[in-house]
């Protein structure tokens, strides 16, 4: 079956750090990836995504690069803020046709001013 | 207003009782989905609907229950409430027709049982 691991946390970084946040998957065929923010409080909300090889998905100045090879979708971001502390989850999508989420365990990010 | 709703937003009760989480939507979305948040476990699928005629088990349905009162109306019931059932519940909605077939989030309801 499909699965989706992420480093573990929890990520402590001080503001204007580089963050990375390492996500690896194992599934059949071509998945979708994606990366959810849950900040606290709030339900998840869709942060970026890329859905074939190669692609690069970006928001927010979040960056992620779908790596077939590898099997990773990794975030990144240059410089953090305090604003982006929240617990940040990977997660794939199938190709079957209720497009059903498997999700990574979460990785909380406190960052300090 | 949010467009996606959940009540209560925290619950606590106590082993045995049966308990009742509902979802409402207002983006007009025929798929909805409960999950269940445990730390260090992400997200797990509970139970999902395509529209309110079809209803499908997830991953970790024992236990629970659910009704597709209307499009708009996704309820998640616990008919004898354990403490393992004590989680972060999250409804989300989403349409085939959008790109990527996103799901959208609630804000949670917190179960605790005792």
């Known amino acids: 079956g499909n699965s989706v691991t992420q480093m573990e946390g929890p990520v402590t970084l001080s503001e204007e750090a580089f963050l990375t946040i390492n996500c690896t998957y194992t599934a059949t065929g071509y998945p979708s990836l994606f990366w959810y923010v849950q900040y606290p409080g709030e339900g998840l909300q869709l942060l970026l995504k890329a859905t074939k090889a190669d692609d690069k998905g970006s928001n927010k100045g979040f960056e992620a690069t779908y790596r077939k090879e590898t099997t990773s979708f990794h975030l990144e971001k240059g410089s953090v803020q305090v604003s982006d502390s929240a617990v940040y989850f990977c997660a794939l999508k199938d190709g079957t046709s209720y497009g059903k989420l498997t999700f990574g365990q979460g990785t909380i990010l406190t960052v300090h001013p | 207003d949010a467009d996606v709703t959940q009540t209560p937003r925290n619950r606590i009760t106590k082993t045995g009782k049966r308990i009742m989480l509902e979802c409402s939507q207002t983006k007009g979305h025929d798929r909805m989905y409960w999950y269940r948040q445990d730390p260090g476990l992400g997200l797990r699928l509970i139970y999902y609907s395509f529209d309110v005629k079809d209803i499908n088990k997830g991953e970790i349905s024992d236990g629970y229950s659910v009704s597709r009162q209307a499009q708009a109306k996704f309820s998640l019931s616990l008919e004898s409430a354990i403490p393992n059932q004590t989680a972060l519940y999250f409804c989300?909605?989403?349409?085939?027709?959008?790109?990527?077939?996103?799901?959208?989030f609630g804000p949670g309801t917190r179960l605790t049982v005792l």
């Open positions: 989300a909605t989403s349409d085939p027709g959008l790109a990527y077939n996103e799901q959208f």
